[in-house]
């Protein structure tokens, strides 16, 4: 089955370090993946998303994501953590062969950046 | 602001009542997608409209329903419920009913006493 896992429920990082948070993903088809971030009390924001074409795909707020096929994994980067990017993130895919745009989400990494 | 509406953004109600969530997609798109999230069970897939149709069930229970109105706006329907109805419903639009980018509304969040 198609399924999503995010390594890590909480990652801690200090302002002006390396952020990375591990997204791996289980399909049996071609995936289209996506990072979505929420903050409090607002809804998912798409951060980037990655639909076959380039493997490195940067998105806002200085985030990037690196699509590898061999290790099934998309995971997030971004090369300094500011206090504002503290918040809630969610790797998801959905199936470029499907009829559905539903997307299967990861349980979440909750980014906390530290003074 | 995605552009997606959804109403009401807080309800508290009693077990065994019944309501209804309204979302309003982005103009122009014409999927409609609803997501439980809830701390143990996280972003759950409910339903997908595409153009007034259902497209594709999740993890819907019988006791909630969903349609999708001619002006493209849609409603959730939650009845007999239970406090593990408790969480945040949250609407979402794509212009496609394939595999793209889905834009998210604020949510609505249920609490069951």
């Known amino acids: 089955a198609q399924s999503v896992t995010q390594l890590g429920s909480h990652v801690s990082v200090s302002e002006g370090a390396l952020v990375l948070l591990r997204c791996n993903y289980s399909?049996?088809?071609?995936?289209?993946l996506f990072w979505y971030v929420q903050y409090p009390n607002q809804g998912l924001q798409l951060l980037l998303k990655?639909?076959?074409?380039?493997?490195l795909v940067k998105g806002i707020n200085g985030f990037e994501a690196e699509f590898k096929k061999s290790e099934t994994s998309f995971h997030l980067t971004k090369p300094s953590a500011h206090m504002s990017d503290a918040a809630e993130y969610f790797c998801?895919?959905?199936?470029?062969?499907?009829?559905?745009?539903?997307?299967?989400f990861g349980q979440g990494t909750t980014l906390q950046v530290k003074p | 602001d995605s552009g997606v509406t959804q109403t009401p953004k807080h309800l508290i109600t009693a077990t065994g009542q019944r309501v209804t969530l309204r979302c309003s997609p982005r103009?122009?798109?014409?999927?409609v997608y609803w997501y439980q999230q809830s701390l143990d069970q996280g972003l759950q897939f409910l339903i997908q409209y595409y153009n007034g149709e259902e497209r594709a069930k999740g993890n819907i229970l019988e006791r909630f329903s969903a349609q999708q109105f001619p002006d493209l706006h849609s409603e959730l329907n939650l009845s007999s419920l239970e406090l593990g109805d408790s969480a945040l419903y949250f609407c979402a639009s794509s212009v496609v009913g394939g595999p793209g980018e889905l834009f998210f509304g604020e949510g609505s969040r249920l609490t069951v006493l």
């Open positions: 990655y639909t076959s074409a380039a493997t």
């Open positions: 998801a895919v959905s199936f470029s062969s499907s009829n559905t745009g539903k997307l299967i």
């Open positions: 399909s049996s088809v071609p995936p289209y």
């Open positions: 103009s122009g798109d014409l999927s």
